[in-house]
């Protein structure tokens, strides 16, 4: 210290200034304090409600998610032959194969889908139900009578009922249905029904015990409010709020006389309202007492301060003394300090030229907060949580006029073939778009009145569009140049969808949405597209039906095993799904799929339970182009075939040589027939028939024949049996008829035969 005073020329002295210091440091912490307490109680509500919000989209998630595979499980007993056969046989009472072939997968999808609580089969024919728990099964009788006077969609959405259960407790069962049926239009009689019944309790009570569900009618179909299942609390003022209301919301209601927190979110899929209702002294306890803790901690440093202000004033007799003297310490610690003598004013002027440095790269970096300021006032403004005013283009210094302007579009840039990249994806997904936004940023405004904003992975391109109702040519052409030199420098494409035009900066959000939805039809147009919603938009078959003709053809192809033609059927498909929606072309791929495997299952190693076949759902859903999909399809198929035609060779082989041994083992059967061997070997009798034909190349009577005469001399050679008993070991219970049977067919009585040999 005495060194530093040395380097010090005092030219002045001040007197003390405790008191100014001190009421400067009380008006600073008061103002800390009250900016705490206040940025406390404004966020507090805004970060529940956020938490809230995250929430119940898990959950939405979630019954989306079991939903989609109950109707995945429906979809795919719809489609197995047994079950098939179960509902639609007249037989199917009596025969033991087919029910037994049946309850055995259902039991399969009870075991690996933890949430499924009973599926029932309906045979019209017979009136029977058919399940692996008798009483759930005998409870659907009352849900066919329900269907025989309702409309339920066939695999539509999930129905909320109430199941009575016939047993010793007779307990009614909140479930959760998705229905296949047929149903005669003449009298509206069922014909056959697939019920599978869901239990979500156990799957969502973990998740928040303020969680509660509500159908569009008002209906509560899940929660643990007061209200009872299927209850109708339509008539509740924040219910009603809430379906009133066509956006997710948050907002305080009084309930019950207490002041609550409310909020909800609508998902399409299910067709439900997810609503989360927390009372607002719970919600907000945590944060109160995070602001008192705030408020106190400042009140302490305050009176510290007070003190050691008080300490410091009285050692200090003047202010700029104190600030030279500590300047000089700073460069005394960075080993800078000067060799002459300089006053307090010398010293300072140096100190501030090097604070002066420092405080420019603060600069740059608060102009880096500044963008970041921006791009979260477009985010706003593309969810529609926001609406432009009239000083926002001074404020944040705006390229475009979201006010005054005709005409606004919105774009949106999404890089295609990184999904393609499984290993890092989330990585090199941020890094590339990131290096991506750059870039566009610097080309697009060298070129064109805009703005652009990074969403997550997405690239957001708001420009004018002049007074026309088109994109106007020359930003059409900018675009173009955008692509070929993405694709020059960084060897990747990009998409790109422009939205409805917006008039006026209210309706950027839905040319937003519509940007969005048109860059998924890149599915239909391939990589590196510029597609227009209005354009693309007129081109879809909103009446769209699948088409099951081709998809017939398709499985006829692969039933005969024609390599050559399954291009070609596969092509004619996917040609018919071009037109359809987005999210219909996605369920058609998932439908074809489970078409083609329900085909093959026999021969394949893919079959709609395995884990494998998941997968394989995940890795059409990552695909980004039809014809990516078309050829997967084409290949697998091909495949498929070839492996079902080497398949075949060796099951023919080794079923022959068990047919031979089996009859073997039986031929002194006397009831030996075709259809007894035919269903030791699981197999139809009729089939069977043609069947040992092809395997044996003579008919099934006639090889047992020459067996039986072979087996006979073998005995009548080697043995001293009489005939009635070589009769009895080779089928004959009469010994007279086993006589005229051996000279029928050999030319000789069997004791001639014994005697010549």
Partial sequence: MRRIRERIHLKSWFARFFFSFVVLLVAVSLSITTLLYQAFSKGSTEQINQISQQRLEQSSNMFEFIMNQARLITLQLSLDNDIIRSINSGDAVSDYFINHASLRKINDLLITNKNIYSITLYNGQNKTLIGTDRDKANAEAATIEWLRDATVQSLGRAVPRKLLVNGPTGTEQNVYTTFYYDKNPDNNEITSAIIVNLKMDSFVNHQSDNLMILDQEGHVVFGSDKSGFLDDISERHYVQRIMESSTNESFTDTIDESKTLVSSAYSEQLGWYFVSIIPYETATAQISDIRHTAFLICLLLLVLALGVSAVLSGMLSSPLSKLARKALSFQSDKGDLPTEKLSEMEILNRFYSNITSQFEQLEASS????????????????HGVRIPESDDTKQYKLNVDLIESTTLYVAVLKQDNIRELAE????????????????????????????????????????????????????????????????????????????????????????????????????????????????????????????YSKQKALLEVVKVGKEEKVGAAVADIFEALKLAPYNMIRLSVHHLLFSVVTATSADSSLTTTSATFIETLGTLQRM?????????????????????????????????????????????????????????????????????????????????????????????????????????????????????????????APTEYRKRH
């Fill in 624 to 748: 980004e182009s039809l014809q990516s999909i078309a050829d997967w399809f084409v290949q697998y198929i091909q495949e498929t075939i070839q492996r079902t035609k080497e398949n075949k060779k060796h099951l023919k082989s080794d079923l022959a040589d068990d047919i031979a041994a089996f009859l073997e083992e039986q031929y002194g059967n006397p009831d030996l027939s075709i259809e007894m061997v035919a269903e030791r070997f699981h197999y139809n009798g009729i089939y069977f028939g043609r069947l040992f034909k092809e395997l044996f190349n003579r008919l099934f009577l006639e090889y047992v024949t020459e067996l039986r005469i072979r087996k006979a001399n073998e005995y009548l050679k080697d043995s001293k049996l009489t005939v009635k008993e070589i009769g009895e070991k080779v089928g004959f219970l009469n010994s007279s008829y086993f006589v005229t049977w051996y000279k029928k067919n050999t030319g000789l």
């Fill in 367 to 382: 102009q880096r907060s500044r963008v970041s300021i921006k791009a979260e006032y477009f985010k706003e403004l593309l």
């Fill in 424 to 547: 890092r994806k989330e990585e090199i997904d941020y890094t590339i778009s990131t290096v991506l936004y750059s870039f566009t940023d610097q080309f697009m405004r060298s070129r064109i009145p805009c703005e652009i904003v990074k969403v997550e992975n997405e690239i957001i391109l708001i420009f004018n569009g002049g007074d026309g109702n088109a994109v106007p040519d020359s930003v059409k052409d900018v675009m173009h140049e955008l692509q070929q030199e993405v694709a020059h420098t960084y060897g990747v494409t990009i998409t790109i969808g422009i939205g409805c035009a917006a008039h006026g900066g209210q309706e950027i959000s839905d040319s937003y949405l519509s940007a969005k939805e048109a860059s998924l039809y890149r599915l239909v147009h391939g990589d590196g597209s510029i597609i227009f919603y209005e354009d693309m938009m007129p081109q879809l078959n909103s009446d769209f039906e699948y088409p």
